[in-house]
């Protein structure tokens, strides 16, 4: 198939494009009586094709490489490169992402996905006894394989590649079963639980394994991870023993799956879904193909979190809208400008009243030097399980954290005894009727400046010079729809800006409503 006429039924299948490259045929082993051999050069272990290619600058999304893999095949492996010829300033440069789909297909959302590495690794190789991290273990089945080229940014000049296959003869191997992480923590009820709800690990674009993750973990005090690997449900199964009480603290560590799926129109979390879900990742906002993979998110009992929605690297603006979203994440790592706008525009939103999104934090750690836990999600939950944490996300019931050390308590009290907490609903028997709210901080910076803000804006503000003490406010349900907390650092000496300090922590929003629930 040529370059038109892929591009041609892409367009006509409401898919990304697409471009389909030639097949690469390889010979059955010499040991089935292949008349000849392997004219590629292979032996009785295995044979090698190379191909190389060009692609220009608006190369479609994918590139498919078919590749007709004979019965008598042990491991699929694979390698490629390609160049990096300079660029001007302000310009992307050459990067290319690979994965690979089996005999099953490529079809968007089929059972054929079998791995990718995204620009992290230049070769992988599967089996059904193993599998590069990132990839999925399982027989190398007769049929026609494709490898998966994505040619994320193109440079001016196009992008010369090379991409080398090597199959290896000899019997199958058998496949172990894999094993997930449990679902529940004995013994831990209803409380606050800290959660990183974004990571990665050396099974996607990450450095740490999954046993540095979870020693990071506990260290920053937190009670669940969620992993969320691009792409892939490859480490899922990776977190074996690693939830059990073998760090001698004493406590278990709940371990929920999920993905970051990284469109090329932004980037979404599938939050504790159920294990070896996947959800592809291969559209754009103009596919209309972003809703079916949400409810086959909400179809695995997991969240859809839109991720660093105002990131300004390529591909990472969130361009979906929120109609199918249950929390968004408004804060991603360390505090930054892209999660001052997040925040500005997740607020805008709270005055939908019924419809609104929790907000979430997380650390999308990848590496050393960027701290896991940093931020995190404070969830109040039931008990220590995936089904009630992610029902504690859902509700709101939260706040977030630059650490373990900083714990907020914000709550709203009516004349008569009325209550309510973060995420919660106050029905006052007035619209006059005066709440008091009260926040109680501890942990923070000293000279950490409290806010307390509803839909007007900042309604409220002082210094908490120590960095812990309690903060109250009087207000009616006729002045404040809903009223929310932040605790920031202090603005540094001599920043002119205007701008409020770093967050340290915020909640998500209580609500105030007459006795008409409005």
């Keep these: 198939m040529n370059r038109r006429t892929a591009l041609k039924l892409s367009a006509a299948t409401g898919a990304a494009g697409v471009l389909t490259l030639d097949t690469v045929a390889f010979a059955s082993p010499p040991e089935d009586g292949a008349a000849g051999g392997d004219p590629g050069g292979g032996d009785r272990t295995g ?63 089929g059972p054929g996905f079998r791995g990718w590495s995204g620009g992290f690794r230049t070769e992988f190789a599967l089996s059904a006894a193993a599998a ?8 190398v089945r007769r049929g026609t394989w494709h490898v998966v080229l994505g040619p994320y940014t193109v440079a001016p000049q196009g992008m010369d590649y090379e991409v080398t296959i090597t199959l290896r003869f000899g019997p199958e191997e058998a496949t172990a079963p894999p094993v997930y992480p449990p679902e529940r923590v004995h013994g831990r009820g209803p409380g606050w639980y ?100 949400a409810r086959r998110v909400h179809n695995a009992d997991g969240l859809v ?74 969830v109040h939950a ?31 009290t009516g004349p008569r005894g009325e209550h309510a907490g973060i995420g919660e609903r106050l029905r006052a028997t007035a619209p006059d009727a005066e709440v008091t709210v009260r926040l109680d901080v501890t942990g923070a910076p000293a000279r950490a400046a409290v806010r307390l803000l509803t839909d007007q804006g900042e309604l409220h503000a ?8 309690a903060v109250t406010w009087r207000t009616t349900v006729s002045l404040a729809a809903y009223v929310r907390a932040e605790v920031r650092h202090p603005v540094a000496d001599g920043d002119t800006s205007g701008l409020p300090g770093a967050m340290s922590a915020m909640t998500n929003p209580l609500w105030l409503t007459g006795p008409d629930g409005r």
């Design 132 to 139: 590069t991290p990132g990839y999925l273990p399982g027989p």
């Design 382 to 412: 039931a008990e220590l399980s995936r089904r009630a944490v992610l029902e504690g996300v859902r509700k709101g019931r939260s706040y977030l954290a630059e650490s373990s050390r900083v714990s907020l308590a914000l709550t709203a």
């Design 462 to 469: 002082e210094q908490l010079p120590s960095g812990a003490g």
């Design 305 to 378: 979190v839109p991720a660093h929605p105002n990131c300004p690297f390529v591909g990472c603006q969130w361009k979906f809208g929120y109609e199918h979203a249950d929390a968004v994440e408004v804060w991603n790592g360390p505090w930054t400008p892209d999660d001052e706008l997040a925040l500005g525009a997740w607020d805008n939103a709270l005055v939908s009243g019924d419809d609104w999104l929790p907000a979430t934090g997380s650390s999308d750690a990848h590496r050393e030097g960027q701290d896991v836990g940093l931020p995190h999600t404070v």
């Design 194 to 293: 800290r959660g990183d709800c974004h990571l990665h690990t050396v099974y996607s674009d990450g450095q740490r394994t999954p046993a540095e993750v979870a020693a990071a973990a506990r260290d920053a005090g937190l009670d669940f991870i969620v992993s969320t690997e691009h792409n892939t449900t490859s480490a899922h199964s990776a977190w074996d023993g690693l939830w059990g009480r073998g760090d001698g603290t004493g406590r278990e560590l709940l371990v929920l799956c999920g993905e970051e799926i990284t469109t090329r129109n932004g980037h979404y979390l599938a939050l504790g879904t159920d294990p070896g879900t996947f959800v592809d990742w291969r559209y754009r906002a103009r596919d209309d193909a972003y809703a079916r993979f």
């Design 47 to 109: 044979s090698t094709r190379t191909v190389r290619g060009h692609l220009p600058t608006g190369a479609p999304d994918y590139v498919y490489l078919p590749v007709e893999v004979p019965r008598g095949v042990r491991e699929f492996a694979v390698s490629y490169t390609y160049d990096k010829p300079d660029v001007p300033a302000g310009t992307p440069g050459n990067a290319l992402d690979i994965g690979v789909f089996d005999e099953r297909g490529t079809r968007l959302g």
